[in-house]
C-alpha cells in the first residue's frame, strides 16, 4: 500500500493564528486560491500547533454574532 513517505509537504499559504481580527481572517481567506485558512497557534515549546481551518462561512457567523 502507498504511503505519504514519498511525498513532499508544503507549508499553508493562508494562515491565520489566535490573535488574528475577524476583518483580517476574511481578507486571508478570500485571497486565498483555496478559499480557507489554517488557524495555528504556538505551542509550549514555540512550534504551531493546528487549531483548524477557516471557511468564510465561518467568519460570516462570527463577524453577524
Do not use: H, N, W
Amino acid at each position: 500500500s502507498a504511503t505519504l513517505a514519498g511525498l513532499r509537504a508544503r507549508p499553508f499559504a493562508a494562515v491565520v493564528g489566535p490573535d488574528t481580527t475577524l476583518k483580517a481572517a476574511l481578507d486571508v481567506v478570500v485571497t486565498s486560491r483555496t478559499r480557507v485558512a489554517v488557524a495555528v497557534d504556538d505551542d509550549a515549546d514555540g512550534a504551531p500547533r493546528y487549531l483548524g481551518i477557516l471557511t468564510v462561512d465561518d467568519l460570516a457567523e462570527g463577524i453577524t454574532r
